[in-house]
């Protein structure tokens, strides 16, 4: 699974990271939210990447603070 973020202009990736599937289904981990999308016919599932085990995250990056303009 690959899962990123971008700027507020949505021109630069800001951060990602590269997790393992088969980690994930094997996890127990609930959601800490479940927001209901626009339009209505999905629902998003938010989870804090800190409840998976060390091994659920395979490669991950994040722009340095000072780089973000």
């Known amino acids: 699974?690959?899962?990123?973020?971008?700027d507020e202009s949505e021109t630069r990736i800001i951060?990602?990271?590269i997790a393992d599937l088969a980690v994930f289904t094997?996890?127990?981990v609930k959601?800490?939210?479940v927001k209901q999308n626009?339009?209505?016919d999905s629902e998003l599932a938010v989870f804090n990447v800190?409840?998976?085990?060390?091994?659920f995250i395979l490669k991950n990056y994040q722009t340095k603070t000072s780089d973000i303009v």
């Open 38 to 40: 626009n339009p209505p």
């Open 26 to 28: 094997k996890c127990n």
């Open 31 to 33: 959601p800490i939210a």
């Open 1 to 6: 699974m690959l899962y990123g973020f971008i």
């Open 50 to 55: 800190n409840q998976f085990p060390n091994n």
């Open 15 to 17: 951060k990602y990271f």
